[in-house]
C-alpha cells in the first residue's frame, strides 16, 4: 500500500504564510511528479504546483510568485510554502504524486486525503 499524508493546514489571516507538507509511505521503487492541488467549495479541484524528480517546476497563474514547491526525494517529501495568503486561497489542498512502487511496475497517481487552508480576518 501506498499513503500520501498532508499536513500544515489551518487558519490564517490574510497576508500570512502556511507551509503544507505531504510524506509518501509504503511500498516505493520511484516518485515522479508530485504536486499539490486544491478545491474550494462548489468548484473543481485545480492545479496548484507540481514538481518534477529533478526539481522542474510549475504553478498555477493565480499562485506564481506567492507559493513556493520543493520536495525531499530521500524522505519522499513534497513542501509547499505559501505567502502573501489570500482568501481566495481557501480550499481543500490535496497532495499528488506519480509513484512506481516495484521495478518493472508502471507509475500509478496517488491523492492524499487533504488539508484545509482558510484565510480570513
Known amino acids: 500500500q501506498v499513503q500520501l499524508v498532508e499536513s500544515g493546514g489551518g487558519l490564517v489571516q490574510p497576508g500570512g504564510s502556511l507551509r503544507l507538507s505531504c510524506a509518501a509511505s509504503?511500498?516505493?521503487?520511484?516518485?515522479?511528479?508530485m504536486g499539490w492541488y486544491r478545491q474550494a467549495p462548489g468548484k473543481q479541484r485545480d492545479l496548484v504546483a507540481r514538481i518534477g524528480k529533478s526539481g522542474d517546476t510549475n504553478y498555477g497563474e493565480s499562485v506564481k510568485g506567492r507559493f513556493t514547491i520543493s520536495r525531499d526525494n530521500a524522505k519522499n517529501m513534497v513542501y509547499l510554502e505559501m505567502n502573501s495568503l489570500k482568501p481566495e486561497d481557501t480550499a481543500v489542498y490535496f497532495c499528488?504524486?506519480?509513484?512506481?512502487?516495484?521495478?518493472?511496475?508502471?507509475?500509478?497517481?496517488?491523492w492524499g486525503q487533504g488539508t484545509q487552508v482558510t484565510v480570513s480576518s
Open positions: 509504503g511500498t516505493i521503487y520511484s516518485i515522479y511528479d
Open positions: 499528488n504524486a506519480q509513484i512506481q512502487r516495484y521495478r518493472y511496475v508502471r507509475f500509478n497517481d496517488y
